[in-house]
């Protein structure tokens, strides 16, 4: 692109909002996006660099000049001020600690104040709040008089006493449905449990999920109110975990950046490869045991993928259940055994249909009911050992602390190369020389 | 558990949220998920059935009588209905539409006329629409009128014109804070785009995301507005698409049952089982060309799962990369290039980083420089066809209509097994015979 074209694209980008440039500068190439980043104007800066997912966002970062880091943190919620502020180098923090006014500064603090995880490092501190003896007519008053410092994402308010604590909510829908001569005592609900500040984030979008929730009450140990959860940041954390699990059992983070610097990729990449390459060798080894076998009945080297193939297969369908089950909360020993009978009864329903189908071919193929016997028996109990691993090892890695959809799909396929390999050429140095 | 403690369970499910049900309904094996189900009052059962994922429905509906299934409905939301009633057997769904008043059916047909994967199929008709002529407060005293008839999750009105043409849109934070005085056309925001109906469901995921909408307006080809999407529904949406991805990627659906019966199970893992039977023989076709190569040096056979695993997992990193990027809008044939060339570069540089230290192993194992540097040239080769079908097979699939997330990894497993013994056996066969 040429000079005017770039112009052009600066104008463009003023009538963008941040979110769609974050989208925009996702999908540059390196050096496309720093141009375009560039371009555009340091008022917008802040939102966008909110947006963009955290590897593209630290990486845009690390070209910045300090006092624009600062400048950008200007129109920033504090929410996103408290997630922003840990990735930056300490410096420059307390440079943007000193930017902001008292009140500021103390809301900050308190969302700083919990793990980034929890309703508390999730909630923001811009809640509406009312009396539950005044009547409506007051409130619709003092919000007229608030105007434009009602965030306009506000689907309610909050009901809380004196102390702070908190009583329950009041929907705007209610507010301006019933009579304004009632009490907010009368209107406001109560349906709604507030989170405590140290429920962990992955409960509050089972929650809003549940329940349908826009926004919901944060609350301390004490029952005060100190802040406010939006759907808007409950829908980023489910895109956030669905991506986790689909990118970690390719062994990548979900802020994995399209685009990211070669070197850089390939040094994370590098990681995962050469834990496959551990297990690999593993599987090589055990069939370096049975080098006579191979060496007398060359068919087993040719048939031999195909059966810690399929256990592979047959393993990561039952895992892949398993790790969807723990993610939901609805898989936990309690339930583990049906699980695994089930996984097993499956697995002997295809074990048997797809020993036959495998025995039958093997056995035209190289002439010999012997390997065809084999090879049906040894997938079989491949395909047996992959639905008891599939089912028990996510579970069990979950108690260990150990993410299973990162971990697992590795560990799984480690013990079908192993058991596929080992029960087909095991069985046939027994039965076959 | 016994007759008292399922009537406690009878006493506790009237105290939960139909989510909530459904939730535990999920969670358990299949004889205690129907006694469970029998034993939760008819005026639970339609919400329910709304909120459990499709296999687990259709599975209850089965052994539901024809009277209690209409009599679910009656409760139900005009966008659910429509998701549901396209799944029951036809008698069934005239005797529901028997059961619907004029204005219900009217919806409903509206909300059926549009596929269900369009704004039209996702949004509910429960709009409330002002002039924007009025003054405000002319629309509290209307929203008064309303009371009960306002849905309780209205953030904002619509304001159409007396053709039922959309303008805009007039949030209640705008409409309790400003004067009662104004009129609608001064408040009024003009910033939300509505959907057209015929917007693929993800496009309105993807923009209520980057807009953090709550709801949106949805117009016919004419503008007419014709009802409106909530963010309860995208975000169902948001959870469906992240599991599609993980699930799918192990030949599963996103709605498969972790109890789901046995044979149901087995017949729908045959088929994946049966497509990856069809790759591993086609690797051990090509194996089978080496026969006389495997014979003579057996250290072949033990090392060639390690160039095609190595292959397979690479090739999977890139391909993770390439369907999200295609799932979030940020990866296109304009584009693919420059992930091609940085896919390129890493896979080069991880390729001649993991060749060595796979030489030097092999090399000592077997005694032989010759197999290092086969192995190592193999592996080279194998990253690299890994990295240009991972690249490019997504969005070779995408242009066709498949569905990457689905057919991507046992298409590229295939080939970079392939391409893995191909190599591997070939180079050994060209140079160590």
Redesign the interface.
Known sequence: LDQDSWREAAALLRKL?P??IA?VL????LNQRQILWDLLETDQDGETLM?LTENVRNELLQNMHQDDIVAATEHMDVDDLADFIQELPSNVTEEVMRSLDEQDRRRLETVLSYPEDTAGGLMNTDTVTVRPEVTLDVV?RY??Q???R??????QLFVTNRDDKYLGTL?????????PNETVAEVMSLGVQPFNVFTPDSDVARR?????L?SAPVVDEQGHLVGRI???D???L??E???H???G????SED?D???P??E??KR??V???I??L???L??WV??HF?DT??RI??L??????V???GG??G??T???A???IA????SSK?AG??LA?EL??AL??GL??AV??GI?AGI?FHSTDIALVIAAAMIINLIAAAIVGALLPLALDKLGIDPALAGGVLLTTVT?VVGFLSFLGLATLFLL
Chains 1, 2 share one sequence.
């Open positions: 909002q979110a769609e989208h996702e999908a540059l190439p947006e619709l919000l007229r608030l105007g434009e009602v965030p306009r994402d506000t689907d929907r705007l829908a209610d507010l301006v449905t019933n009579d809003f999920e549940q329940y349908d826009l939006t759907v808007d409950v829908v980023d489910i895109r975990e669905g991506e699990q689909f990118m059992s390719a062994g990548l994995e399209m685009f990211a070669v070197l990729s390939s990449r590098a995962w490869l050469g496959n390459l297990t690999a060798f599987a090589s069939i370096g080098e191979l060496e060359v068919a080297a040719v048939l031999m993928p195909i810690a193939s399929m297969v047959g990561t369908q895992l892949t259940l790790i969807r089950g939901l909360g609805q898989l339930n049906y699980l089930k009864a499956v329903v295809n249909l797809w189908v495998v071919i193929w190369d």
